[in-house]
């Protein structure tokens, strides 16, 4: 069975802190995304990555980064976290191809105090 | 840039009734169409896709949506809903001749109650 897996479920950090959100995939997709979702706002596109080491910003990136370094591992990087960025966040992969369908993760749900 | 507009936030429908969200988005080329479920607890999954050929596609568990390409819709519907499709449910949307991100609507809560 195909997989994305996200780190962590739940998250709690603190305002400014660095904080670290692992994907990994398992089915050898090109393509990889983070959204966060947030009720009444849908999903929204922060980040993704066509290839390793490659990157590209989607409609909020402001607050944070992403890693590429292997094909099946995309992080996502709060640099300073604040509490506007408590959400869930969802990672997702998909073959390189306009009609393919995403696979998402579970979800982390992370909480900045 | 693109946008996907779902009409309704939260609908309550008894068991039995029909059901139709609406999804519009604003792009005017050639696109690839999608509608996500989301249940209670779990990760979103796909319903079901259209990127070409017949309008009326069929997906899983009793659903289909209709392409009109001339209203820019892909409305999802279903004509008999169970309490087990109690869900949240986005539409989302990708130009079709490229490797490009779904852009997702903001999504329609459903409640299906007996």
């Known amino acids: 069975d195909v997989k994305v897996t996200q780190s962590s479920r739940y998250l709690v950090k603190r305002t400014g802190e660095k904080v670290f959100l692992e994907c990994v995939q398992d089915?050898?997709?090109?393509?990889m995304f983070w959204y966060r979702q947030d009720p009444g706002l849908g999903l929204r596109l922060i980040y993704f990555?066509?290839?390793?080491?490659?990157?590209e910003k989607g409609d909020i990136p402001e607050g944070y980064s992403v890693s590429r370094e292997k094909k099946e591992r995309f992080s996502l990087i709060l640099e300073s976290a604040s509490t506007n960025q408590t959400s869930m966040y969802l990672c997702?992969?998909?073959?390189?191809?306009?009609?393919?369908?995403?696979?998402f993760g579970s979800g982390t749900q992370l909480s900045v105090l | 840039a693109q946008s996907v507009s779902q009409h309704n936030h939260h609908v309550i429908l008894s068991e039995a009734a029909s059901l139709e969200l609406g999804c519009n988005y604003s792009?005017?080329?050639?696109?690839?169409l999608f509608w996500y479920v989301q249940y209670p607890g779990q990760h979103l999954q796909l319903l079901l896709k259209?990127?070409?050929?017949?309008?009326l596609v069929k997906g899983i568990k009793g659903f289909e949506a209709e392409f009109i390409k001339s209203k820019f819709s892909f409305n999802l519907r279903k004509p008999s809903v169970q309490w087990s499709d109690t869900a949240e449910y986005f539409c989302?949307?990708?130009?079709?001749?490229?490797?490009?991100?779904?852009?997702f609507g903001k999504g329609t809560r459903l409640s299906v109650i007996a």
């Open positions: 997702a992969s998909s073959l390189p191809r306009g009609g393919e369908k995403l696979f």
């Open positions: 089915m050898d997709h090109e393509n």
């Open positions: 990555s066509y290839d390793v080491k490659m990157k």
């Open positions: 792009y005017g080329g050639t696109v690839n």
């Open positions: 259209y990127f070409s050929g017949d309008p």
């Open positions: 989302a949307v990708n130009r079709g001749s490229g490797n490009t991100p779904l852009v």
